[in-house]
C-alpha cells in the first residue's frame, strides 16, 4: 500500500515537474542547525561533511524536517516553540512562517508523509502541556488543516514509518508554559503512540511502572519496524536505568541495559538516537560520549567525543556532529573526524530521504 | 583564529608567571596529586595486610581519602576506564546495593577474598573507600575471620586501581591531552578541547560538592534527608566538602591562573564550612542547622559560577553548546 502511494506519489510529481529538487540545493545528505558566532543557521551537509548549503535563521532552532521531495526544510523552535520555518534550501529563503494556533507551543519536531503533501508536527496545548499533533497542507503553503490527541503528555520527536503509521515518543513531562520548568516529575509517565495516518490511535506501550520517570524523546527507525527509544532519566541521578528501549508493534518493549561499567557515562541523558546498518548508537552531550549498540539492543562500546549531539545513518556507518564543530564518521574502525567547521553544531542531525 | 590564540597566550603569560595551561593542570596537579593518591591507598593495603584492627587502619583509611579527593573529580581517561572511578568511590548509593553485596558477601564467605582478579571483576558498588568504610566503622560488630580478609581484598583493590590511574596518566593521557590537536590525536581534535576537558571536570566537582555531598543530604527544609551525607559513619561528610574545595580552587589556578573572585568565594565557603562544626551532616535535621548548611550550599554554588567564568575566560572555553541546554 504504502509503495504504491509512494509511487503514485513520484509518479505525479514526475508529471507536475518540480520547479526545484534537492538537487538544486546542493544535493545534501544531511540536515544540522548551528551556531555559528552570535548567529544561528541551517546548513545542509555531504555525507563526507562538507557543507552544501548555509542559511540564517532567526533563532536558534531545534530539529528540521526535511520534504521527500522538494528542497525544503521545515526548522522548528526550540520549546516553547512560538514559530517553525519553512525554508526554500534551494534559493536560501525563508518560505513560510508556522504559529502555532491560540494555547498551543510546537514541542521541537516533525516529519512529512511519504508523499511530501502534509506536513505533521508535535506540540501542546500550553497549559496542560496535553500532546497534539498538528497537521498542515504542505502542497497548499502549508495551512493548518486538522489537528489530533497525541495521547500523551510533552510529546517530543515524531516519525513517519514505511507502512504511513506516525509514531510519536509522549515524553510524559509536563511543563511550564512560560519556562519550561517540569513540573510532574514524580508522576510522569510517558509513552510510545502508534498514529494511523489519519490520527487514529493504533497502539500504545509504557515502559515499566519503575521507569515511568524514563522520558521517551528521541526515535530511531528500524526497516523491520523497530522503533528504538531515546531515554532521558528524570529520577535519581545516581541510579543507571536503561536509555536505549526498542519495540516493535505485537511485540514487549526491549529495554537495552550497558555494563554496570558505562551505566553512569551517558549521565541519564540521551541526547539524539540513530539506527544505521547493524547499529543503534546514542549520544550524551553531558556524558562527551556515543553509546553503541547493535540492532538487537546489545551493548557494544562508548566512545568519548566532546559535546557529541547530532547522530544519523551514513551508508557506511553513522555520522555524529557535536558542538565543537567536529563531524565524524562511526564506522568498524571507530569514530573517525571528517572534518571541523568553525561553527557549534545543534542538538540534532536530519538524514534525508 | 591565530591571531586570537596568540593574543590569548601572550593574555595568559603577563597574567600567571606560573604558567597556567593544560601542562601546568597536569604537572603540577594532577601527576603529583595521582602519585599521593596511589601511595596512601599502597600503604592503606600493606597496613591492611599486617593488621585488621580498626583503630590501625581508620587512620590510614582516611589518609587515603584525604588523598583521593584532590584527583577525584577528575572523572576522564584512565579513572574512567573499567570503571575505576565508580569502584574507587560508589557513592551516592540511593539503593544501598553495596551494603547489600557486601551483606552477602560476608554471610556467604565468598572465596572471592583470595583472588584478586576475580575480585576486581566484582561489581563497582562492592569495592572502594566505601565497602572499606562499613567494614571499618561497621554497624554491628563484625566476627570471625572473614570480615579481616574482605578488609584485605578490598583495601589490596582499591591500591590496585590508584596504581593504574597513576600509571594510565602517566604512560600515555598525560601526553594524549598535551598533544591535542595534533595528527594522530583522535581524542581531542584541538588544544581547545583538552582545555575544555579539564574545565569541564573543573565544572562538574563544584556540582558534585554542590549538588550531592551537600544537596543529598540536606533534602527539603521540611524534609532533611542528614542520613543520607557521604561519608557519614566516619564522620567525614564536611571534611570531604572542605578538601574538594581546596582541591578544586588548586586545580583552577594551576590550569587557568589566578581566580581571585574563585579564590574569595571558597574561602567564604571554607568559613562557613568550618562554622558549621557538623562533621557528619546530623546537624541538618535541626531548623539552624538545615539553614546554615543551605547558605553554605549557596556559596558553593557561588564559587562554582565565579570559577566558571573567571577559568572559562582565562582559557577561552565554556561548557558545551549541547550540554548546556539540551532536549
Request: hydrophobic residues 45%; proline residues 7%; charged residues 20%.
Amino acid at each position: 500500500m504504502a509503495t504504491r502511494r509512494g509511487f503514485l506519489a513520484s509518479f505525479a510529481a514526475a508529471l507536475t515537474v518540480p520547479r526545484l529538487s534537492w538537487a538544486d540545493a546542493g544535493n545534501p545528505g544531511f540536515l544540522a542547525a548551528a551556531k555559528q558566532g552570535d548567529g544561528f543557521i541551517l546548513c545542509g551537509l555531504a555525507p563526507d561533511g562538507q557543507i552544501v548549503f548555509r542559511i540564517p535563521l532567526p533563532a536558534r532552532g531545534h530539529a528540521a524536517a526535511a520534504h521527500p521531495i522538494r528542497p525544503e526544510a521545515v526548522g522548528f523552535a526550540r520549546r516553547p516553540g512560538t514559530f517553525a520555518l519553512v525554508i526554500d534550501c534551494a534559493r536560501g529563503e525563508i518560505a513560510h512562517r508556522l504559529t502555532p494556533p491560540e494555547g498551543r507551543q510546537f514541542n521541537g519536531h516533525g516529519a512529512f508523509s511519504a508523499d511530501g503533501l502534509l506536513l505533521y508536527n508535535s506540540e501542546v496545548v500550553a497549559e496542560t502541556s496535553e500532546g497534539r499533533i498538528g497537521v498542515w497542507d504542505a502542497a497548499r503553503g502549508y495551512a493548518r488543516i486538522d489537528e489530533w490527541p497525541s495521547h500523551g503528555i510533552g510529546p517530543h520527536e515524531l516519525r513517519r514509518m514505511g507502512d504511513g503509521t506516525l509514531v510519536v515518543a509522549n515524553g510524559g513531562i509536563q511543563t511550564d508554559p512560560a519556562d519550561r520548568r517540569k513540573l510532574n516529575l514524580d508522576t510522569m509517565r510517558p509513552n510510545l503512540t502508534y498514529l494511523s495516518p489519519e490520527g487514529a490511535l493504533l497502539d500504545q506501550v509504557t515502559l515499566h511502572p519503575d521507569l515511568h520517570q524514563a522520558s521517551i524523546r528521541h526515535l530511531a527507525l528500524g526497516a523491520d519496524g523497530t522503533v528504538a527509544c531515546a531515554l532521558q532519566w528524570e529520577g535519581d541521578p545516581a541510579e543507571a536505568v536503561p536509555l536505549l528501549a526498542l519495540h516493535r508493534r505485537d511485540h514487549p518493549v526491549v529495554m537495552c541495559p550497558t555494563p554496570e561499567n558505562e551505566a553512569w557515562a551517558m549521565k541519564g541523558y540521551a541526547g539524539s538516537i540513530a539506527l544505521g546498518g547493524d547499529r543503534i548508537a546514542l549520544t550524551s552531550p553531558p556524558g562527551g560520549v556515543v553509546q553503541v549498540f547493535d540492532t538487537a539492543g546489545n551493548f557494544i562500546e562508548t566512545i568519548r567525543r566532546t559535546d557529541a549531539s547530532g547522530v544519523a545513518p551514513l551508508a557506511d556507518g553513522l555520522m555524529v556532529t557535536d558542538g565543537t564543530g567536529a563531524i565524524s564518521r562511526l564506522g568498524p574502525d571507530g569514530l573517525v573526524p571528517l572534518q571541523r567547521h568553525d561553527l557549534a553544531w545543534d542538538n540534532h542531525l536530519v538524514a534525508l530521504g | 583564529m591565530g591571531l586570537k590564540n596568540l593574543a590569548m597566550a601572550v593574555a595568559l603569560l603577563l597574567a600567571s608567571p606560573a604558567h597556567a595551561d593544560v601542562a601546568g593542570a597536569i604537572n603540577n596537579r594532577i601527576l603529583p596529586d595521582l602519585g599521593a593518591f596511589r601511595d596512601a591507598t599502597r600503604t592503606l593495603a600493606e597496613t591492611a595486610a599486617e593488621t585488621c584492627a580498626p583503630e590501625t587502619l581508620r587512620p590510614v583509611w582516611n589518609a587515603a581519602f584525604d588523598a583521593w579527593l584532590p584527583v577525584s573529580f577528575l572523572r576522564l581517561g584512565p579513572a574512567e576506564d573499567e570503571g575505576r572511578i565508580l569502584a574507587i568511590a560508589f557513592w551516592p548509593d540511593p539503593k544501598g546495593i553495596g551494603a547489600r553485596q557486601q551483606r552477602q558477601l560476608l554471610q556467604s564467605q565468598d572465596a572471592v577474598v583470595g583472588d584478586p582478579a576475580g575480585f576486581a571483576e566484582r561489581s563497582v558498588a562492592l569495592r572502594g573507600f566505601f565497602a572499606l568504610e562499613r567494614l571499618l566503622y561497621p554497624t554491628e560488630p563484625l566476627t570471625g575471620d572473614y570480615p579481616c580478609a574482605l578488609i584485605r581484598a578490598t583495601a589490596a583493590d582499591l591500591a590496585r586501581m590508584a596504581a593504574e590511574i597513576d600509571q594510565g596518566w602517566r604512560d600515555g593521557f598525560a601526553q594524549t591531552l598535551l598533544s591535542a590537536g595534533q595528527p594522530g590525536n583522535s581524542l581531542y581534535l584541538t588544544e581547545a578541547e583538552a582545555k575544555q576537558a579539564l574545565y569541564t571536570q573543573l565544572m562538574t566537582g563544584f556540582e558534585f560538592t554542590a549538588d550531592q555531598r551537600l544537596g543529598r543530604p540536606l533534602g527539603t527544609f521540611e524534609r532533611p534527608r542528614p542520613e543520607r551525607a557521604e561519608a557519614r559513619a566516619s564522620a567525614r561528610s564536611l571534611r570531604n566538602v572542605e578538601l574538594s574545595l581546596q582541591s578544586l580552587l588548586a586545580f583552577g589556578e594551576a590550569l587557568a591562573g589566578p581566580l581571585p573572585e574563585t579564590r574569595a568565594d571558597v574561602a567564604q565557603a571554607l568559613t562557613a564550612a568550618a562554622a558549621l562544626k557538623d562533621p557528619d551532616f546530623s546537624g541538618f535535621a535541626q531548623p539552624q542547622g538545615h539553614v546554615r548548611a543551605e547558605a553554605l550550599l549557596g556559596l558553593v554554588r557561588t564559587a562554582q559560577d565565579s570559577a566558571g567564568a573567571e577559568a572559562g575566560a582565562a582559557l577561552g572555553v565554556e561548557v558545551g553548546f549541547n550540554s548546556a541546554d539540551g532536549d
